[in-house]
Every structure is written in C-alpha cells, then in structure tokens.
C-alpha cells in the first residue's frame, strides 16, 4: 500500500481493550483494525461531498429523428413550440 507514517494516537482504555478484543478474535492487529475503520468513514465522508447523477434512463428508442441530429436552437424551439413568447 506504500509508504506508513508512524503517528500517536489517544484512545479511551475501554475503547482501546474492545478494539484490541477484537482484532485479536478477528486474528489480525490492532493496526489493521484501526486502519480499515479509518478507511470505512473517509470513503462514507468522501461520498456524501460528491455529487452523483443517478441513472435516469428510460426504455424507449432513443431521440425522435427529427431531434437526433438536431441543433441546440432546432431542440429549443421545438421544445417551446406552441408556447407564447
């Protein structure tokens, strides 16, 4: 995964027994542990600040002929037709 930055941390006791509790029935390390809890938040935190466009396709045959090579002004204007203006 590359490089590691060796860094100190305060943790609880209580918090710090319950995670080495379970790293060590997980069999893996404390560190690892940590590490992927850190992983999980930063992935659920970056996604809430990205915007994502759902899909919002429909069945259908694609663009009307008239519209498929059409210009932007060609799609207004049939877009408004009818309309007052």
């Known amino acids: ?8 941390i305060d943790i609880a006791d209580a918090l710090a027994e319950q995670a080495k509790q379970v790293a060590a029935e997980d ?24 915007f994502k466009l759902g899909r919002a396709s429909f069945k259908g045959k ?10 932007w002004e060609q799609i207004r204007d049939m877009a408004y037709e009818g309309r007052g203006g």
Do not use: C, I, W
């Not at 809890?37 to 996604?47: K, Y």
């Open 62 to 71: 694609g663009l009307r002929a008239e519209v498929k090579d059409g210009s």
């Open 27 to 50: 069999g893996t390390t404390l560190r690892s542990l940590v590490e992927e809890g850190l992983r999980r938040v930063l992935e659920e935190r970056g996604g809430k600040s990205q």
């Open 1 to 8: 995964m590359g490089t590691h930055m060796k860094t100190t």
